[in-house]
């Protein structure tokens, strides 16, 4: 034990006299989780609107102020001489509302009078959310005005539970926390080994009395240590900027960050040994620690829209499973009944990278 906390001394005191390393341990992983949490949204604010009202009767314009007085679309004042495809191809708008001649006169007769929607799907997301908010902007117009009673006698009264404000910081913030522990301990910890076998200064490891478990051990404990500090520097934002708190039990997540801090860090230090070049074992990590966090984890859409073909992979991403504990205790609160089985996964992954870790310094010091 003695020198496995030699090691992680040493290790640690490399990161402190290292400017650059150390910033990128703390400095970093705030400014990602503050831009990416905030950039990434799931709603659509202000959205430019064409109208072309050809009726331009009381009725037409208590519509348009509907979509006006929606936190959603921005109106812009459109002839209705021109052509609406016009509005997109010049920017002025994603969308075009249509309101025919005698809509007024149809509406007070009791008849049924479409508009037309027209949306720019050049990007497909949000031509499905502005699709979705201008049903709801019509359908809350029609039962104000009296439109669709009849057609419609059953309603849906619908409740948001755990972020009833639709917040994209509330939903992104807890991904992007587990992104950043995904990312940069590990690769903190890949370059410190790849080094090592890179300037030939393993060859001092070699030739002294450490085991490769005490060696191992040692750079492990001493990235969980670099992990924690992230957590807590995290954990406050998170608290503070992005509104969030524990929401249940908090020892599924406490238990759960320890795995995940030595997972991640078993994995950077293995990447670390097997490749001895920090270039190429920076890019395998970034593969792992990121790409496939990213894409495949459910971070940003659920794992079910995955085409089939790769779902599969999704299972053997550590990240996904530590997603789930994160959001739950700070959103849902299930505890250990919902989540004591994925905190097992994160304890099985880390314990398999850590045994490829020793298997492959245990080879090197037998051809030692």
């Known amino acids: 034990m003695r020198r496995i906390l030699a090691q992680t001394r040493k290790e640690l005191t490399q990161i402190i006299r290292d400017k650059m390393a150390l910033g990128l341990a703390l400095v970093l992983p705030l400014t990602q989780l503050i831009l990416m949490g905030t950039a990434i949204a799931l709603t659509v604010a202000d959205l430019p609107i064409a109208v072309q009202d050809f009726d331009d009767s009381p009725t037409s314009r208590t519509l348009i102020d509907a979509f006006r007085q929606s936190n959603t679309f921005h109106i812009v ?188 860090s078993s994995f950077g230090t293995w990447i670390g040994c097997a490749i001895p070049n920090q270039a190429a074992a920076m890019q395998a990590v970034a593969l792992g620690g990121f790409l496939l966090v990213f894409m495949l984890s459910g971070l940003i859409f659920p794992i079910q829209n995955i085409p089939v073909q790769i779902r599969w992979l999704s299972n053997f991403i550590w990240g996904r499973y530590y997603i789930d504990i994160v959001r739950d205790a700070l959103l849902q609160g299930g505890g250990w009944p919902a989540q004591w089985w994925k905190v097992l996964v994160i304890g099985f992954t880390g314990s398999v990278f850590y045994a490829m870790a020793w298997r492959t310094m245990r080879r090197m010091q037998l051809k030692a």
């Open 77 to 264: 004042p459109f002839s209705v001489d021109r052509q609406p495809e016009t509005a997109f191809t010049s920017n002025l708008a994603r969308a075009a509302l249509i309101i025919p001649a005698r809509f007024g006169r149809d509406i007070a007769r009791g008849v049924s009078s479409p508009v037309q929607m027209l949306i720019d799907a050049s990007d497909s997301n949000t031509a499905r959310l502005v699709s979705g908010y201008a049903a709801e902007v019509t359908g809350a117009w029609n039962a104000n005005n009296g439109g669709g009673a009849q057609a419609a006698p059953v309603t849906a009264a619908i409740r948001f539970w755990y972020n009833p404000g639709r917040s994209s910081k509330k939903f992104y913030g807890p991904g992007i926390f587990v992104l950043v522990l995904s990312l940069f301990p590990p690769l903190l910890a890949t370059l410190a080994s790849a080094k090592e076998g890179e300037q030939k200064t393993i060859l001092q490891v070699y030739v002294s009395s450490i085991s490769a478990h005490e060696f191992l051990l040692g750079k492990i404990f001493t990235f969980m240590i670099v992990a924690f500090c992230e957590c807590l520097l995290l954990l406050t934002l998170l608290f503070t900027y992005f509104g969030l708190n524990f929401a249940g039990d908090p020892t599924p997540f406490i238990i759960g960050t320890i795995l995940y801090a030595f997972c991640v």
